[in-house]
């Protein structure tokens, strides 16, 4: 197979096979026709852009580079699938954009798109991107290009943090205690915060490495950008968080900020937990957050997240369309380019509507006539009439990886085969498939037999068994990189691809070890203790303490907040009140006691800058011991 094989004399990205570059050409042939619609949308209205594309963090490191993307001219190379490719040249737009009067985007700083409306007095933003430092570039070319005005309200769509971890770049926190400024959120926000990026934060910013592909360079062998926007997260920027100070818990509710009128549709449940659309009665625009953009979107994340509804989603969608089809001129989103006309808005309303209802609806079919996950993501297709319409297409999420997330929202992880409900561990079925197959020349064997017809899910499916029952066979791991790379020039999603491509690099060089950015000190400090707790009781290990039962008050002086922590024996609980009997009480500033449950800094340390304990100092050790420090590396492509 041209390209491809084990024996290569170096480990850099290989061209596209043969077999890759005919399902290139396959993909081609059943491509809309391209009108040129889109990217007249995703360039109307621009404005101007930074002089330098590159943002930077306050110790000179790199945070957002606009310029990823400027490769991507001309016709599709054979490395990348088309119509990925064009949805790449279009996201491929940066700076600061008018959408209508009072009314403009900065699009490209960072994942997410900003939302910038003038009111009487000042700005008010909708999504302040995803760190300190590219929330500060978007409001800084703002004000450059319009003239400065204080920022009298942030509007966080939903609870992710590349739609509010930006917050502390365009606010002032003492602003916000003061009143100046007013932080609006849909209900549930702050626990949905603390739910998806706290409690299984570590794991999260693991699997993000493979769905942004991070520490992969972008270009036609590489990164494609992240199918809703130029590129991911960077390690190297900072979340920040601040608490909402007025939450919106029914649609139709509307608030008047600055004189400007908004009307808001909760839409919680579909892309997110916690999540609002908001329209704009008097500009006739509706900015429909993340539950529509310009791709199919994620039933379930790739990174992982709680599973979503695809029906309810569908419903939203209708919903919309009732509400604001007939009313809204101008389309805008989080992510992505605008939809201008009102016809058009409804239409895409409407088009992804039947799109996520369709996948729902076949997908419950094929689980009630007895599919399994995998059965029913493969006899389950996109009707042409629905595949027709771009924003339908799977750039982001897509119809394989969303039936799987529809059985799974119903029907868990079990498929009802008893022979998966107790299977092996990944390292062990690796060792005994091997063996049963032959030993692991045989394996290659077949494999690479496979890999010559452009089978590579089989011969994928069967090197994975052998690189974990012998992670040190450089053949197996060097043939199981070339094949997820193939596998990702051909994926139309750009999270695939990212994922593929990220898998390659870490079987031909090893792990990249990123310094990973969750959890920030802002962000645990904006989440409300309780909270904090009960993700800090997801990392107790009772056997370090074995049988003992403790218990501790923790006393926040700056907060005037108590909680009682008590250790069962199994598990640790805590209420936000004093115990009344308890081995040791630790009093100190919030900052203290929450930098000794998540960075795992030493009472020695702690005393020093103000933490005290009184009472049994050892027990206390015991149980801080016992708190497993936050960790987010561990091993995806090998044990």
Not at 118 to 132: A, E, H, K, Q, Y
Not at 206 to 222: D, E, N
Not at 495 to 512: F, I, K, P, V
């Amino acid at each position: 197979m041209s390209g491809v094989g084990p024996n290569s004399p170096d480990l850099h990205p290989k061209p596209a096979s043969e077999a890759t570059i005919a399902s290139q050409r396959a993909v081609a042939a059943v491509l809309p026709p391209d009108d040129g619609t889109d990217s007249d949308f995703a360039m109307r209205g621009f404005i101007a852009t930074r002089a330098d594309p590159v943002i930077r963090n306050a110790n000179g490191k790199q945070v957002w580079d606009a310029s990823d993307l400027d490769f991507v001219t001309g016709p599709a190379p054979a490395t990348v699938n088309p119509s990925l490719w064009r949805e790449a040249s279009n996201l491929n737009k940066h700076g600061l954009f008018k959408v209508m009067d009072d009314i403009w985007q900065v699009r490209g700083f960072d994942l997410s798109n900003m939302t910038v409306v003038r009111g009487v007095t000042g700005w008010i933003l909708i999504d302040p991107l995803s760190t300190r430092e590219t929330a500060r570039a978007a409001l800084d070319l703002v004000n450059e290009q319009l003239g400065k005005r204080p920022v009298v309200a942030v509007v966080y769509s939903h609870s992710h943090p590349d739609h509010f971890g930006g917050v502390r770049g365009v606010v002032d926190g003492a602003d916000v205690e003061a009143g100046k400024v007013a932080i609006i959120a849909p209900a549930g926000f702050t626990e949905a915060v603390a739910s998806e990026s706290v409690m299984t934060g570590p794991a999260m910013a693991r699997r993000v490495t493979y769905q942004a592909g991070l520490g992969i360079p972008a270009g036609p062998k590489g990164l494609m950008g992240a199918g809703i926007g130029l590129a991911g997260p960077s390690p190297d920027g900072e979340i920040t968080l601040i608490e909402p100070t007025d939450t919106v818990a029914q649609t139709g509710e509307t608030r008047v900020v600055d004189g400007v009128k908004l009307e808001f549709q909760i839409v919680s449940g579909s892309e997110a937990p916690s999540e609002l659309n908001v329209y704009f009665p008097d500009k006739r625009v509706l900015l429909t957050a993340e539950m529509s953009t310009c791709t199919m979107h994620n039933v379930l994340t790739p990174r992982g997240a709680k599973v979503r509804d695809a029906h309810l989603w569908a419903s939203y969608l209708d919903e919309a369309l009732q509400l604001y089809g007939k009313r809204a001129d101008i389309d805008i989103s989080s992510h992505c380019w605008p939809i201008f006309g009102q016809a058009n808005v409804a239409k895409m309303l409407a088009g992804q509507r039947d799109n996520y209802r369709y996948l729902h609806d076949q997908t419950v079919r094929l689980i009630n006539k007895g599919g399994t996950p995998n059965e029913v993501s493969e006899q389950i297709k996109q009707p042409a009439a629905l595949s027709a319409q771009w924003y339908n297409h799977g750039y982001y999420g897509n119809y394989k990886f969303n039936s799987k997330a529809v059985y799974q929202y119903y029907l868990g992880w079990y498929d009802g085969n008893p022979a998966h409900l107790d299977q092996l561990p990944p390292a062990t079925r690796g060792e005994k498939y091997v063996e049963a197959i032959g030993g692991a020349e045989k394996v290659i064997s077949i494999a690479k037999a496979a890999m010559d017809k452009g089978d590579y899910r089989w011969s994928s499916d069967l090197l994975n068994h052998l690189v974990f029952a012998d992670p040190t066979n450089q053949i197996a791991r060097n043939l199981l990189a070339d094949i997820y790379e193939q596998l990702g020039y051909q994926a139309e999603s750009s999270l695939w691809r990212n994922q593929y491509l990220s898998a390659a690099y870490d079987l031909r060089h090893g792990d990249r070890r990123l310094a990973l950015s969750f959890n920030s000190p802002d962000l645990i400090d904006g989440v409300p203790t309780k909270l904090l707790l009960d993700s800090a009781a997801t990392r107790f290990d009772p056997a370090k303490v074995g049988e003992r039962k403790l218990s501790f008050n923790l006393v926040m002086q700056d907060s005037n907040e108590t909680a009682g922590i008590q250790l069962t024996g199994t598990t640790m609980f805590s209420r936000m009140e004093s115990l009344d009997e308890v081995d040791a009480t630790i009093t100190g500033p919030r900052a203290l006691i929450l930098a000794m449950l998540f960075m795992k800094k030493p009472l020695e340390e702690l005393d020093a800058a103000g933490l005290t304990v009184s009472g049994d100092r050892q027990a206390v050790k015991s149980w801080l011991d016992a708190i497993d420090p936050l960790t987010a590396w561990f091993n995806i492509v090998e044990p």
